[in-house]
């Protein structure tokens, strides 16, 4: 069973950074991989970005170039850095993990492919 809680939500104005944290248990990140979602209000829920058990990246083309996701396996922590956030980046946030091991894009941005959920937390822009 895999536990994920994520951690450093806040209210932000446009332009601006965030970084907020997954805390992961259950299974160490060299053998998980673990993405991003996000769902805004009325909106269906959308892949922002994932890090593999591989250390690969992925990320959504809305936010490409924006967005990092970066891992510390010390800690069992993923993390999404935010950069230059815009007001439709604003949303609740959940990081999610597979039960099994998946290794191709379409795989890794499907969250049908997740069974492991975090509570979510709320990013808000401010324009």
């Known amino acids: 069973q895999v536990q994920l809680v994520e951690s450093g939500g806040e209210l932000v104005q446009a332009g601006g950074s965030l970084r907020i944290s997954c805390k992961v248990s259950?299974?160490?990140?060299?053998?998980?991989?673990v993405g991003w979602f996000r769902r805004a209000p009325g909106e269906e829920r959308e892949f922002v970005a994932a890090?593999?058990?591989?250390?690969?990246?992925y990320y959504a083309d809305s936010v490409k170039g924006r967005y990092t996701v970066s891992r510390d396996n010390a800690k069992n922590e993923v993390y999404l850095q935010m950069n230059r956030l815009k007001s439709e980046d604003t949303a609740v946030y959940y990081c999610?993990?597979?039960?099994?091991?998946?290794?191709?894009?379409?795989?890794?941005?499907?969250?049908?492919?997740?069974?492991?959920w975090g509570q979510g937390t709320q990013v808000t822009v401010s324009s």
């Open positions: 999610a993990a597979p039960s099994q091991i998946i290794s191709t894009t379409q795989q890794i941005m499907s969250p049908d492919i997740y069974v492991f």
């Open positions: 259950g299974r160490t990140l060299d053998t998980l991989s």
């Open positions: 890090v593999a058990w591989s250390s690969n990246e």
